[in-house]
């Protein structure tokens, strides 16, 4: 009877299709339970990594089941269907075979879709979880100390605001708990003032707001002749609080990771880890953008708002977007679904005394140049004043980078996480160029855009870099293609 059956009833198994591949999800079957197939009829559609493929069934028979739904993720191996070779050939071993078929599906379909739902985008996430976790559980303990002192040390300078706290970190120098004094509080040029004076900022009162130390505290404490009196009244207090200190000798500074710069390293990792990212890179000639940057400075229609090579390349990313929209998606690891944005929420990086930040101008796509050019402005001065809300730095799509502005040519950017593309746009150089048929000085400049291969493959991702850089070479695009 088993022997009857098993030559009776024949198990198509996923087949390797010839990538290296260990999965594929079922698009569609072409088939039901009692349909007629025949050696190499189509029975379905399968979707591996790299292409959409139809399998062909290698016999003839009636289809008795279907071991997976539509949809589902199987391994290379597991049998998918299953086919009646000889049927009505033994009216009494059919329901048998029936019956020992029909709990198998059970657990295939049970087990390995569950487990077979994570494999998609596992990999990559369970490196880029595991990091992020780690060092969202270690850290902590690094700052433990510090914002112990917090409270200790509010008593001896009440005045000290959190902005002001800021700015001083960014001096490079950590906290003093030592007898309940604070650090003093000075920006960096006044810290390099008193250093080249020979001044010791500690022994400084300071008469600035918030209880900064200025230039004229520093020069009057060299003037003032008891200075040297003063200097030496709290070395013995001093002295002893460089032991538990950082620096040794003034060859190191530690500075503790937290705040901005916590979190902006933490969703580096998680989004390096998690997403793989791949960058391109063009270089475009963009005389005819600049040019255009400087009629706009004087059109009237954008008096009062900051005209800028960034403003045009942001509308010509904006362009190639409109005409790509795949690009501007993210990816539901939960869900196991690719989300496309049907808005754009451009989020410009910024470096601020805080650290880097990524606001976004929200809903960019519908703007007009000149209201681009405003919310471009009110972003990039409001990063720079440290008044950069939680709110406009949350459910961006897409973020562009000027790494230009520091004289660099380009980069390989990391994804915003959540965000599926980042445009890095390097320094504008005037260079030797072909135009036509002639060698001749232009300006120039080096674009690169990442992106995330889950979701944008080479084609999508070099579509939107090319549109990007065929707007900014003939800038009468952002009219004809806008």
């Not at 070779?85 to 059970?106: C, K, Y």
Request: charged share 20%; glycine share 8%; aromatic share 4%.
């Amino acid at each position: 009877m088993t022997a009857d059956t098993s030559a009776r009833y024949r198990e198509f198994k996923m087949p390797d299709v010839g990538e290296g591949l260990t999965e594929a999800e079922i698009l569609k079957w072409y088939v039901q339970p009692g349909d007629t197939v025949t050696d190499g009829q189509v029975v379905c559609e399968v979707e591996t990594a790299k292409a959409a493929v139809e399998l062909p069934i290698p016999y003839d028979g009636v289809v008795h089941a279907l071991r997976f739904a539509e949809g589902t993720t199987v391994d290379v191996g597991a049998s998918i269907i299953t086919v009646d070779v000889a049927p009505g050939s033994d009216d009494g071993a059919a329901p048998a075979a029936a019956d020992t078929a029909a709990p198998a599906p059970a657990p295939a379909v049970a087990e390995p879709v569950a487990e077979d739902a994570e494999p998609k985008g596992r990999q990559p996430v369970l490196v880029g979880y595991g990091v992020s976790e780690a060092s969202t559980k270690r850290r902590p303990r690094r700052g433990a100390a510090p914002a112990a002192a917090v409270p200790e040390q509010g008593a001896a300078v009440p005045a000290a605001s959190a902005g002001a706290a800021i700015q001083a970190e960014m001096n490079g120098h950590r906290p003093v708990a030592a007898e309940g004094l604070a650090r003093p509080l000075a920006k960096p040029p006044v810290r390099k003032l008193a250093k080249d004076l020979g001044v010791d900022l500690a022994t400084i009162t300071p008469t600035g707001p918030d209880g900064i130390i200025t230039r004229e505290d520093v020069h009057a404490a060299v003037s003032a002749p008891q200075a040297p009196a003063a200097v030496s009244a709290p070395a013995p207090v001093s002295a002893p609080s460089a032991a538990p200190g950082t620096a040794v000798a003034g060859r190191e500074t530690r500075i503790p990771v937290k705040g901005v710069r916590k979190a902006t390293a933490a969703a580096m990792v998680g989004s390096a880890f998690s997403a793989p990212h791949v960058t391109e890179f063009v270089t475009v000639d963009v005389t005819r953008t600049m040019r255009l940057v400087d009629e706009l400075k004087s059109d009237k229609d954008m008096a009062g708002v900051r005209v800028n090579p960034l403003l045009l390349i942001a509308k010509a990313l904006l362009v190639a977007i409109k005409r790509n929209p795949e690009i501007n998606a993210t990816w539901d690891e939960a869900a196991q679904e690719i989300v496309v944005k049907h808005y754009v929420n451009l989020g410009i990086a910024a470096a601020t005394p805080r650290g880097l930040l990524v606001p976004n101008i929200k809903d960019a796509h519908d703007k007009t140049l000149p209201q681009l050019a405003q919310s471009l402005g009110e972003l990039v001065s409001t990063a720079r004043e440290g008044k950069t809300t939680p709110g406009a730095m949350q459910g961006g799509t897409v973020t562009i980078t000027n790494v230009g502005v520091f004289g660099v040519d380009t980069g390989t950017p990391i994804l915003n996480p959540g965000e599926s593309a980042i445009l890095a746009v390097g320094a504008i150089k005037l260079q030797p160029w072909v135009h036509k048929g002639k060698v001749k000085p232009r300006q120039v400049t080096t674009l690169a855009l990442s992106f995330d291969h889950r979701l944008v493959d080479g084609e999508l991702g070099s579509r939107v870099l090319a549109d990007t850089a065929a707007v900014l070479e003939q800038p009468k695009r952002l009219i004809t293609w806008g």
